[in-house]
């Protein structure tokens, strides 16, 4: 068998097992025999192509991993505006029922309603924001 189908064999073989690790290293080190599969086949002795497949792993994982990892990391996502409010503690200013009443969430007055339709819940309890329908505050009391 030639050497380079033996270095394409290999190549294919990192290929796979990167897609069930996803390290973004077996894929680098592939993409080396790949560029070694090249080197044998255009005849070169086996010494250089151990250089070339140590040379392009090397400069693959020093130089090209970390930018892929970085990029594979993403930040938490952030929530702005009323998504933001979704799970924050409120203060009822009136009492909440199912149709109707107020509380203050992080200093703003809204209008609000109980998330279960049977609660009553009294003036100064503190309640969980679950969430919000237009401009009205759907809330639960806290425990």
């Known amino acids: 068998m030639d050497e380079w189908v033996i270095w394409i064999i290999l190549a294919v073989v990192l290929g796979v097992a990167e897609i069930f690790t996803l390290t973004a290293a077996l894929g680098l080190l592939g993409g080396a025999a790949l560029l070694t599969a090249a080197t044998a086949a255009l005849g070169l002795p086996l010494p250089f192509q151990l250089l070339v497949f140590t040379l392009a792993s090397a400069t693959g994982l020093v130089l090209v991993r970390p930018l892929a990892v970085r990029h594979l990391r993403q930040p938490p996502r952030r929530r702005f505006g009323?998504?933001?409010?979704?799970?924050?503690?409120?203060?009822?200013?009136?009492?909440?029922?199912?149709q109707a009443g107020r509380v203050r969430i992080g200093g703003e007055e809204w209008s609000a309603r109980a998330y279960d339709e049977s609660l009553v819940i009294p003036t100064g309890a503190t309640v969980e924001v679950i969430e919000i329908e237009g401009a009205t505050a759907l809330v639960y009391p806290r425990e």
């Open 82 to 98: 009323i998504e933001a409010l979704v799970g924050k503690p409120a203060y009822v200013t009136a009492e909440v029922t199912g």
